[in-house]
């Protein structure tokens, strides 16, 4: 079985590369893309150029704490696991303004055994998090399928007189003899019909 970290992808955020280095060297090994960021700002831009399954912020960064753009970030990019690095004298404080964000919480000091069963459950969660996501956007797209796939055969029973079962027929037969998809041969008919196609 593959291990959790082999392949992923890791962004280190604090206020000083030799930080970033010492969280690297505790990291379970395995990791592919690793990337360090200085600020809140640059991690924002870096998100916005590339996709990362796990986000460590060692707190406080130069341009603010991190807490809330950590936050902001997991509603942004629900996939992404994120760890937050605070001190012990504002744990409980982090912990409770984080709520349900989703956001993982440590104290430091902390231990590298500790850190590291705590980065491979991230990485899972971050996963199957994914795999739920990518399976959401296959049902979104089917029913939209359906959907144009049904207004189709509405205005093939009521225009060309044909039954629910030749409508059917006649967008299956369409799909195959052009090579398409059901839903391009209903976008088609519903086009055809002067009425306006949107998402296509």
Known sequence: ?????QGSSVMIAAAAEKIAGQ??????????????QPSMT???QKLAEEKFELLIIHT???????????MDLASKYPAMSILLLVSKDVYQQALYRAGDSGIMILAMPMSPT??????????????????????????QRKLEDE???????????EKEGMTEAEAHKYLERQ???TSVTRREVAVKVI????RIVTNK
């Open 23 to 36: 969280i690297k060297g505790i990291l379970p090994s395995g990791f592919g893309k690793m990337s360090f």
């Open 42 to 44: 640059k991690v924002k």
């Open 191 to 194: 086009r055809e019909s002067g």
């Open 1 to 5: 079985m593959e291990r959790a970290e």
């Open 60 to 70: 406080p960064l130069p341009d603010e704490f991190g807490l809330q753009s950590a």
């Open 175 to 177: 799909a195959m003899n």
């Open 147 to 157: 959907r144009y796939v049904s207004r189709a055969k509405c205005l093939l029973i």
């Open 114 to 139: 500790s850190f590291s069963a705590t980065i491979r459950l991230l990485l899972v969660m971050g996963r199957k998090m994914q795999n739920l996501m990518n399976e959401n956007q296959k049902l």
